[in-house]
């Protein structure tokens, strides 16, 4: 694949998305942590599946073994010692990874206040492309109308490491989520990719100028800091899977992957738990149609299924110790890697497998986003905020922390103070509509005018716009504007933390939710850290996990 080829504008979308549907090294052996996901298969249908790959920058096309660039997502399979053998090649692994940088939008997120204890949690996006650019890609994933064309990220997950680093939590993203691109600038010819027009695809973003664009998609979505990225190859999945011996997942009955058009991963098991490595691997983070519904969802919980039953695996499985073995693998992982600069190296990357190795399986929790129907496309919903904030929050997704949760702190002050509150031009909205209830009547002009009593005087009630939110929020859309915002919410009662930046907005903007729907009086609601049941969360330590098979994909 060309540089260009990642750098080129999102063109040939409709045809990918379908019809709806070293010295260093002298470290002894440690064994390796990884997290894994990927998404994609030769189905090149409809629905949210459709075909992936992980791309490869340039100097790719010289490797022997071009396996297809798959979707698949590796965190931190970095080996850099034996016990006898002193060295990796440092520098030559070194040389084998591909760096880019870390967010190309203009907008930055603030790191998170440290605990107690001067700890901060660590937040990493993984990213896989459904590039197609070479013969075996064609063959392996099919897609040859999209031959050549600009790669999508089509899996994208954020994996979440506590400030304590006592748990993880992962968040992965329909790839068909609608969501607002801002601004980015390819760091290598300059070019500026305007900010979406509207609501589009997320996995449009890496077409942005590369991975830093689907980096500042997330945080401008989520409001969550983002530290690393990595964009992550197949061959090394399938070399740790070889490596382990197989990674055992199970299905509720015999599946066979493949429809009379053709479409389908190939997966062939019977029914039960096997292990399963190199293509048969690949078959099954690949696989749609056979599991369950045949949507991405699906495919996203077997490979939750599959991360999961690889990180238990590699906890438990010794032949890692074998010299040769630690080198073909270091040599795949770090070939398949493309890292911010924070990761480059082989040291960065080792000291990331360490922190992720404190976490036991039992405090690993996978979630996909909750997401809607919008048309063929999702968007998410009211509890995917609640996801979001609580990894904002440090806030464990498995439910053991509640009790040493410490108390909530107020965000910092912003940079920028406040202007004078009769100078400071507040809309408010009403966006007290739920799913059952119609939005209250007057909310927008009630609160509008609670304002203007208190000295906003530029406070207006925006009566074209009719949003629907569980909480009362202020948004505001720049970094100076921010003071602007804290000043209003204050006067509101609203709590900072409810005081975000969207460009979904021009100005200071109220939006008054569901948890407003009377009275001029604001209260917060108590906080509720329960993860979303519309989450799916599925815990690393469950060895009972299961695929259903559709009936339609069974065989006797």
Same mark, same amino acid.
């Given at each position: 694949m060309t540089r260009s080829s990642v750098r080129g504008s999102a063109q040939g979308e409709d045809a990918r998305q379908g019809a709806p549907d070293g010295p260093e090294a002298a470290k002894g052996a440690e064994g390796a942590e990884t997290a894994l996901d990927g998404a994609g298969d030769a189905d090149g249908g409809g629905g949210r599946g459709g075909d992936a790959a992980v791309g490869r920058r340039p100097g790719r096309g010289r490797r022997a073994r071009r396996v297809l660039r798959w979707t698949a997502l590796t965190l931190a399979v970095l080996i850099v010692g034996t016990a006898g053998a002193g060295y990796l090649y440092y520098e030559h692994l070194n040389s084998n990874i591909e760096k880019d940088p870390l967010n190309l939008g203009d907008s930055k997120v603030a790191a998170p206040?440290?605990?107690?204890?001067?700890?901060?949690?660590?937040?990493?996006?993984?990213?896989?492309?459904?590039?197609?650019?070479?013969?075996?890609?064609?063959?392996?994933?099919?897609?040859?109308?999209?031959?050549?064309?600009?790669?999508?990220?089509?899996?994208?997950?954020?994996?979440?490491?506590?400030?304590?680093?006592?748990?993880?939590?992962?968040?992965?993203?329909?790839?068909?989520?609608?969501?607002?691109?801002?601004?980015?600038?390819?760091?290598?010819?300059?070019?500026?990719?305007?900010?979406?027009?509207?609501?589009?695809?997320?996995?449009?973003?890496?077409?942005?100028?590369?991975?830093?664009?689907?980096?500042?998609?997330?945080?401008?979505?989520?409001?969550?800091?983002?530290?690393?990225?990595?964009?992550?190859?197949?061959?090394?999945?399938?070399?740790?899977?070889?490596?382990?011996?197989?990674?055992?997942?199970?299905?509720?009955?015999?599946?066979?992957?493949?429809?009379?058009?053709?479409?389908?991963?190939?997966?062939?098991?019977?029914?039960?738990?096997? #292990?399963?490595?190199?293509?048969?691997? /690949?078959?099954? %983070?690949?696989?749609?149609?056979?599991?369950? +519904? @045949?949507? *991405?969802?699906?495919?996203?919980?077997?490979?939750?299924?599959?991360?999961?039953?690889?990180?238990?695996?590699?906890?438990?499985?010794?032949?890692?110790?074998?010299?040769?073995?630690?080198?073909?693998?270091?040599?795949?992982?770090?070939?398949?890697?493309?890292?911010?600069?924070?990761?480059?190296?082989?040291?960065?990357?080792?000291?990331?497998?360490?922190?992720?190795?404190?976490?036991?399986?039992?405090?690993?929790?996978?979630?996909?986003?909750?997401?809607?129907?919008?048309?063929?496309?999702?968007? #998410?919903?009211?509890?995917?905020?609640? /996801?979001?904030? %609580?990894?904002?929050?440090?806030?464990?997704? +498995? @439910?053991? *922390?509640a009790e040493k949760k410490e108390p909530s702190r107020e965000p910092e002050a912003p940079a920028d103070p406040a202007a004078p509150d009769g100078e400071i031009a507040v809309q408010v909205r009403n966006g007290t509509r739920t799913d059952s209830l119609g939005a209250a009547r007057g909310r927008a002009d009630t609160v509008a005018g609670l304002l203007v009593e208190r000295g906003f005087d530029r406070a207006l009630a925006d009566p074209s716009v009719l949003p629907s939110e569980e909480r009362t929020v202020v948004r505001y859309p720049s970094a100076d504007l921010e003071g602007d915002a804290r000043r209003v919410a204050e006067s509101l009662g609203v709590p900072a933390s409810s005081v975000r930046r969207s460009t979904d907005v021009s100005g200071v903007t109220v939006v008054v939710g569901a948890d407003w729907r009377e009275g001029t009086a604001y209260r917060a609601p108590e906080a509720d850290d329960t993860t979303p049941e519309s989450a799916e969360a599925l815990n690393g330590a469950d060895e009972g996990a299961c695929m259903h098979v559709n009936p339609a994909f069974t065989w006797s």
């Open positions: 206040t440290p605990n107690a204890a001067g700890q901060t949690p660590l937040n990493i996006l993984v990213i896989g492309s459904d590039a197609r650019d070479s013969e075996e890609n064609q063959q392996l994933g099919g897609a040859r109308e999209t031959f050549g064309s600009t790669p999508l990220a089509d899996v994208q997950m954020l994996v979440h490491l506590s400030a304590d680093r006592s748990n993880m939590s992962v968040v992965s993203m329909p790839r068909d989520t609608l969501v607002h691109i801002p601004k980015c600038t390819d760091p290598d010819d300059g070019k500026v990719y305007p900010a979406s027009e509207g609501r589009v695809m997320t996995n449009q973003s890496l077409g942005h100028g590369g991975p830093g664009c689907t980096v500042a998609t997330w945080q401008e979505l989520t409001g969550i800091h983002i530290d690393h990225f990595v964009m992550v190859d197949f061959a090394g999945v399938v070399s740790m899977a070889d490596a382990v011996g197989g990674v055992p997942v199970c299905v509720d009955a015999n599946i066979h992957s493949r429809d009379a058009q053709g479409h389908g991963s190939g997966l062939k098991l019977a029914k039960g738990t096997h #292990p399963v490595k190199g293509e048969q691997a /690949l078959q099954w %983070l690949r696989t749609r149609y056979g599991f369950e +519904d @045949g949507s *991405d969802l699906a495919r996203a919980k077997a490979q939750h299924m599959y991360l999961n039953s690889l990180v238990r695996t590699l906890r438990e499985n010794a032949t890692l110790s074998n010299p040769n073995k630690l080198r073909r693998l270091a040599e795949e992982a770090t070939r398949a890697l493309t890292v911010d600069p924070g990761l480059d190296t082989v040291k960065k990357l080792y000291d990331l497998s360490n922190e992720l190795r404190q976490v036991k399986p039992e405090r690993i929790t996978m979630t996909t986003m909750p997401n809607r129907y919008v048309g063929a496309r999702v968007e #998410p919903t009211e509890d995917a905020e609640q /996801l979001f904030r %609580l990894v904002r929050e440090d806030i464990a997704l +498995d @439910g053991k *922390d």
